[in-house]
């Protein structure tokens, strides 16, 4: 086992005919139904979670220097995976939306920091299904501390 403490959630949104996905810093969900061109970081909306949906556990596990969030994007046909870092200066408290950002900017609405990945940079192929409003996005969220990753031994060599 490579970790004690994994904590797991799932999202779930749907499309939107102004999805553009071109923001170059974040990468957001909401709750919110409507979207203008001008919300070109929102990939999915109607979301069925925001922050505050969220398990104590994930989000007290996401508050800490050592914690990596991975976030699974997924549509009926493509996939696309987003790492990012968690932070004790997280906030963490937002009823409508969920943003991963490149950047350390944090607000309350902030999931995760240094992020790999904006809505720019991912898969087009889910971007161009998502402007379909009947498309259904899933967002699978990991998170666990690095301090908890026990050293795997392969024979000569070992991981992490």
Request: glycine share 6%.
């Amino acid at each position: 086992m490579l970790s004690r403490n994994i904590y797991r959630e799932v999202v779930r949104a749907h499309g939107h005919p102004n999805i553009r996905g071109t923001h170059r810093s974040t990468i957001e969900v909401t709750k919110e139904e409507e979207l203008t061109p001008r919300g070109d970081c929102i990939i999915g909306v109607g979301a069925d979670k925001a922050i505050n949906d969220l398990s104590p556990e994930f989000l007290e596990t996401l508050k800490n220097n050592d914690a990596v969030l991975i976030a699974i994007l997924s549509t009926s046909t493509y996939w696309d995976i987003i790492l990012a870092q968690g932070s004790r200066s997280l906030i963490l408290d937002s009823d409508e939306k969920i943003i991963i950002r490149k950047s350390s900017y944090i607000e309350p609405s902030t999931l995760g920091i240094r992020s790999n990945k904006a809505a720019r940079d991912i898969n087009r192929g889910l971007i161009s299904e998502l402007r379909n409003p009947n498309e259904l996005l899933e967002v699978r969220l990991l998170v666990f501390r690095l301090s908890e990753i026990e050293p795997v031994n392969i024979g000569v060599g070992r991981i992490v």
